[in-house]
């Protein structure tokens, strides 16, 4: 996938509606594919900030900015920059007032719309916190995604930010004795998963900060020899599992989880910049 096709979706209110829509269009081009989402756009700088984002980018404007002064200001400066903004809501509004004769009040964020997608983004939720820390293996099959890792890996924060964009997430921990259940091992081939480790030193630095909230096996010398284990540990499952295996050390969350859409054929990519 050569081509690249960055969209940013702009609102005065949540942004979910111009999200969608870029979404919704940006999925029928086959190219690597991304999603910026600015909301609660209601000042002049804040248009120019996100101007010079997207000729940075070059990037396309979707927005659904409901003040028509702030929404013309958008259109002339990125007119100005010669980038390609389209008001979404612009030929609805237009529509309904010829056809009624009734002019909009334009007040924004009326109406947040429950529909399917935002239904399955609940359920995605409810489902990691469920199956959050080897919880509910009885239905674990049902997962999306499934991601093992050590402690401090950022397994929770992962899962949730991956219900977020509507993926049902399962996570296990691995420790030094760790062995992976059955429910788990019939899933290899059937269910993606995905294993994160963390750099030696930096786990070491983390476990030493709770060192009282956890005592060294008696046949384990040192702190570092555990931790040298468990990685070793993780590994072996990994390997047995053949997981995707993620480095978590320098990237933050949300790279993270596009690396793993990316991977299993889901290169949309959203981020969330609010005002």
Do not use: W
């Amino acid at each position: 996938m050569g081509k690249r096709l960055h969209i940013f979706a702009v609102s005065d209110s949540v942004g979910e509606t111009a999200e969608k829509i870029a979404v919704a269009s940006s999925l029928q081009f086959p190219m690597e594919r991304s999603i910026t989402r600015f909301s609660r756009v209601i000042k002049e700088e804040q248009v120019l900030k996100i101007i010079e984002e997207a000729e940075k980018e070059d990037a396309i404007i979707v927005f659904t900015i409901v003040k028509p002064s702030l929404a013309r200001y958008l259109e002339e400066k990125a007119r100005e920059k010669n980038i390609y903004a389209i008001n979404v809501m612009d030929p609805i509004l237009q529509a309904i007032e010829e056809k009624t004769g009734v002019q909009p009040i334009y007040v924004t964020g009326l109406r947040h719309k429950m529909d399917e997608q935002y239904f399955n983004r609940m359920q995605a939720i409810e489902f990691a916190i469920e199956h959050d820390n080897g919880q509910n293996l009885d239905t674990i099959k049902e997962a999306d995604l499934i991601i093992l890792g050590l402690p401090q890996t950022s397994k929770t924060p992962l899962s949730m930010h991956l219900a977020n964009l509507g993926i049902k997430v399962a996570n296990y921990p691995i420790t030094l004795n760790t062995e992976i259940p059955e429910e788990i091992i019939e899933l290899k081939g059937k269910v993606p998963m995905v294993g994160l480790t963390i750099d030696m030193e930096n786990l070491i630095k983390l476990r030493r900060e709770r060192m009282r909230s956890f005592k060294i096996p008696e046949d384990i010398e040192s702190l570092d020899e555990m931790v040298a284990e468990e990685l070793d540990n993780a590994y072996r499952i990994y390997s047995k599992l053949k997981c995707l295996v993620i480095d978590v050390t320098s990237d933050d969350i949300e790279e993270i989880g596009n690396t793993i859409t990316h991977k299993f054929n889901l290169p949309l990519r959203v981020t969330h910049h609010r005002f």
